[in-house]
């Protein structure tokens, strides 16, 4: 798995900190660390763009970074810190030290989004969450520092930054050293502690990061009289949220002349994201807008909202807004398109007509049509490829060598539908561990973990058999192992 871990023991001095290179996030401002120690007070990690000295301390570091005190105040309160600042100052957070026995702990960083939780399986036990209205996406390395007094650290481990209600079942199967020190940490619930303002709100893929960017747009709006305001978003996003009648290649340009910038901003979020926020008086207008476009659960969720206000006698005109967020009727899995005003049907009709695609992928003699987007906001590698100015930015065509071709579609197959076939993932064979070793290296987090968790799932029952009378695994595991090896 790709996890950077440090199994030995570190203390660190009195306000000094320990950095190592390893000690890493795999894309910046996202990531997890889990950790075990032991202090008085003050557990305090801190994160930063680079790696500092053995002598830095937060207080006296210009640079953007964050720091999260587990402890503070003679092991009383949580406090977080943005560039020096107090951001965070909680108590009752049910998170504290131990001078006699390792605590396990867990932070996770996610655009700016901070949680906090305790126990062995990191993401099961959250005690604390907090939002950096203004985050800060660049941070990547780890440090471990202290306060006052000396602090252990052992068991460090740099983990993908992974929503939390996707990932424990995969962690709960991976060695985390269980020790007989006597601590069992967590809350067995699993409930929310502190301010976090509800569940955990999963990530979609990332696509709220394409959310009126300029990055691979293949659509123009333009709103307002007079010269107007360019809005970009992208094709295939829109078309499988409603009826656009774009064209099938080329850039496509939408005139909205008599539509206001914060109502095309709310219906693209909605789109983006699943949830928004507009003027009363502006509600009649996106209706609208849901209307011509036929966003259809838009559109039932406007006229909620307006017959709700009729049957009250009240004008849409208070000056207050109202809030609007999509409600999935399957179960809500943390991945895109899930959680989003989607139709998923047409999602994959594009995936497998190349409609609306901006992208030829060439692997061996296979040959597939794909959309940046949608690679983009699963994989850091492809958003990094289409973005950085590379040559892949600039082209439409995109050789892979040392690729399996039936791998590679699978892969494709779960960015467009978030799903496996059952035939892949129903035994260990080359195209499972194929298929693991191509999301790790694409950086696809969600399906590397599935993968895992089916191969891990398939030993156990092996491990089984063997225990059972049987003589070592079954041909067809070892002999797929050994194939990808």
């Not at 032991?38 to 570091?61: C, I, L, M, P, W």
């Not at 089984?464 to 079954?474: A, E, I, R, T, V």
């Amino acid at each position: 798995m790709a996890i950077n871990q440090r199994k030995i023991l570190t203390v660190v001095a009195p306000f000094e900190c320990s950095w190592n290179d390893d000690l890493r996030f795999r894309e910046g401002g996202r990531g997890c660390v889990a950790f075990d120690a032991f202090a008085q007070n003050d557990v305090t990690v801190v994160f930063r763009e680079r790696v500092g000295s053995q002598h830095y301390h937060y207080k006296r570091d210009d640079s953007p970074h964050y720091t999260v005190i587990i402890g503070s105040h003679r092991n009383r309160r949580l406090k977080i810190e943005v560039d020096g600042e107090t951001a965070v100052d909680a108590a009752g957070v049910d998170l504290c030290c131990s001078a006699s026995t390792f605590q396990s702990y867990w932070i996770c960083v996610y655009d700016g989004l901070i949680s906090v939780g305790k126990g062995r399986n990191p993401f099961q036990d959250l005690c604390f969450q907090w939002h950096h209205s203004n985050p800060n996406c660049s941070v990547q390395y780890v440090g471990l520092s202290s306060w006052d007094k000396h602090v252990g650290y052992r068991n460090v481990q740099i983990l993908p930054p992974v929503t939390l209600n996707h990932s424990v079942s995969l962690w709960e199967h991976v060695d985390h050293h269980h020790r007989n020190d006597g601590c069992e940490n967590g809350n067995s619930k699993g409930e929310l502690v502190g301010d976090t303002g509800g569940e955990f709100e999963a990530s979609w893929g990332g696509l709220e990061n394409y959310l009126e960017s300029w990055e691979l747009s293949d659509v123009i709006f333009i709103v307002g009289k007079d010269e107007g305001r360019a809005v970009p978003a992208h094709k295939v996003i829109l078309a499988a949220s409603g009826d656009f009648s774009f064209t099938s290649s080329g850039k496509d340009v939408i005139n909205l002349h008599d539509l206001s910038y914060p109502v095309l901003h709310a219906f693209l979020q909605y789109i983006y994201t699943g949830h928004t926020q507009i003027s009363e008086c502006e509600v009649n207008s996106l209706e609208a807008l849901s209307l011509q476009f036929k966003v259809t659960p838009l559109l039932k969720q406007c006229e909620e909202i307006v017959a709700h206000f009729s049957i009250d006698n009240r004008l849409l005109d208070s000056g207050k807004n109202a809030e609007i967020s999509y409600v999935s009727r399957v179960p809500c899995i943390p991945a895109f398109p899930y959680g989003l005003p989607i139709n998923t049907w047409k999602l994959e009709q594009f995936f497998l007509t190349g409609k609306y695609s901006d992208l030829e992928i060439y692997v061996g003699d296979f040959i597939v049509q794909s959309h940046k987007v949608i690679l983009g906001l699963w994989s850091a590698p492809f958003s990094k490829m289409f973005s950085n100015g590379m040559k892949e930015s600039f082209s439409s065509t995109l050789p892979l060598r040392d690729v399996n071709p039936e791998a590679f579609r699978a892969m494709l197959e779960f960015l467009y539908t978030g799903k496996l076939k059952k035939e892949i993932m129903g035994d260990i064979n080359t195209l499972l561990l194929q298929l693991l070793l191509l999301a790790d290296k694409f950086g696809v987090y969600l399906l590397h973990q599935e993968c895992c968790k089916a191969v891990l799932e398939h030993l156990k029952e092996d491990w089984s058999y063997s225990f059972d009378g049987g003589h070592g695994l079954p041909c067809s595991s070892s002999d797929s192992i050994s194939s990808v090896m």
